[in-house]
Nanobody, 121 residues
Framework: QVQLVESGGGLVQAGGSLRLSCAAS????????IAWYRQAPGKQRELVAF???????DYVDSVKGRFTMSRDNAKNTVYLQMNSLKPDDTANYLC???????????????WGKGTLVTVSS
């Protein structure tokens, strides 16, 4: 089992910034990457970004240049720095543990509860 706990969500005006955190614990040997997903009301869950144990990161096109993932291995924590936020970024942001194979991220059934990000106009 892998436990994931997100934090850092909140209310911010358009153009502002937030940094989300995802702390991982438990049996992490079966995963090699952490990802952020988001789900807005009435929309399907969307993969936003991922980062591998080796530091390889990628992002959905809509957030490239605005969002950045990073790691603190000593704390078993990954971060999502979100800049130039837009109202369309409003969603529940969920942390997921999985595996990167080649250029594809494969989610495992390890999820945090989510942290809500609201971007006002």
């Amino acid at each position: 089992q892998v436990q994931l706990v997100e934090s850092g969500g909140g209310l911010v005006q358009a153009g502002g910034s937030l940094r989300l955190s995802c702390a991982a614990s438990g049996s992490t040997s079966s995963i090699n990457a952490i990802a952020w997903y988001r789900q807005a009301p009435g929309k399907q869950r969307e993969l936003v970004a991922f980062i591998s144990n080796g530091g390889k990161a990628d992002y959905v096109d809509s957030v490239k240049g605005r969002f950045t993932m990073s790691r603190d291995n000593a704390k078993n924590t990954v971060y999502l720095q979100m800049n130039s936020l837009k109202p369309d970024d409003t969603a529940n942001y969920l942390c997921n543990a999985g595996n990167l194979r080649g250029i594809f991220y494969y989610a495992m059934d390890y999820w945090g509860k989510g942290t809500l990000v609201t971007v006002s106009s």
